[in-house]
T-cell receptor
Framework: GAGVSQSPRYKVAKRGQDVALRCDPI?????LFWYQQALGQGPEFLTY????????KSGLPSDRFFAERPEGSVSTLKIQRTQQEDSAVYLC???????????FGSGTRLTVV | QKEVEQNSGPLSVPEGAIASLNCTYS??????FFWYRQYSGKSPELIMF????GDKEDGRFTAQLNKASQYVSLLIRDSQPSDSATYLC?????????????FGKGTLLTVNP
């Protein structure tokens, strides 16, 4: 596609519910990143994929967070047993190759109530 | 000390003036520096990147890098109300994780008509 597509655009989850956030990167982009942006803050790194390989998951806040990119294109970020502190905008970004700037998707705003 | 620091602002300038946005970083080995613009409720949009010391100009935007002093700045000439947004400075740190961007908190710029 022409840009990075994320869905859903908004998600309201009850505390304890599991959620899955989808990212469809720009076609051919090898690198894919997930970032978390809290209100009034800059994006914080969560995890990085090169094709289907998850090369860095050091930013995932807890073992409730899990990301995958099984075929090297679409990626899913899953959050289990959501907590209020998980409320944030989750941004996906892709890049043609390492070393270039990213293109961000429109994000998913998660609100945990 | 945070790895990337920005004054959160708000920075308020009149229309037609030069807006100057600054960013300092702690990792002396950093090689790549990026400026993103983020409108309220939208995702970050890459506007400039710079790799080497000196200035890089693109239209009304100039990025300046001073590696010895570890700061990077963004100048916006002839500021327009449409430039009102949060400007995020991002740095690729040196070492094994040089694929990810580390962001500052952003500076809110308001251009007054």
């Amino acid at each position: 596609g022409a840009g990075v597509s994320q869905s859903p655009r908004y998600k309201v989850a009850k505390r304890g519910q599991d959620v899955a956030l989808r990212c469809d990167p720009i076609s051919g982009h090898v690198s894919l990143f997930w970032y978390q942006q809290a209100l009034g803050q800059g994006p914080e790194f969560l995890t990085y994929f090169q094709n289907e390989a998850q090369l860095d998951k050091s930013g995932l806040p807890s073992d409730r967070f899990f990301a995958e990119r099984p075929e090297g294109s679409v990626s899913t970020l899953k959050i289990q047993r959501t907590q209020q502190e998980d409320s944030a905008v989750y941004l996906c970004a892709s890049s043609l190759r390492q070393g270039l700037g990213y293109t961000f998707g429109s994000g998913t705003r998660l609100t945990v109530v | 000390q945070k790895e990337v620091e920005q004054n959160s602002g708000p920075l308020s300038v009149p229309e037609g003036a030069i807006a100057s946005l600054n960013c300092t970083y702690s990792d002396r080995g950093s090689q790549s520096f990026f400026w993103y613009r983020q409108y309220s409720g939208k995702s970050p949009e890459l506007i400039m990147f710079i790799y080497s010391n000196g200035d890089k100009e693109d239209g009304r935007f100039t990025a300046q890098l001073n590696k010895a002093s570890q700061y990077v700045s963004l100048l916006i000439r002839d500021s327009q109300p449409s430039d009102s947004a949060t400007y995020l400075c991002a740095v690729k740190l040196s070492g094994g994780s040089n694929y990810k961007l580390t962001f500052g908190k952003g500076t809110l710029l308001t251009v007054n008509p």
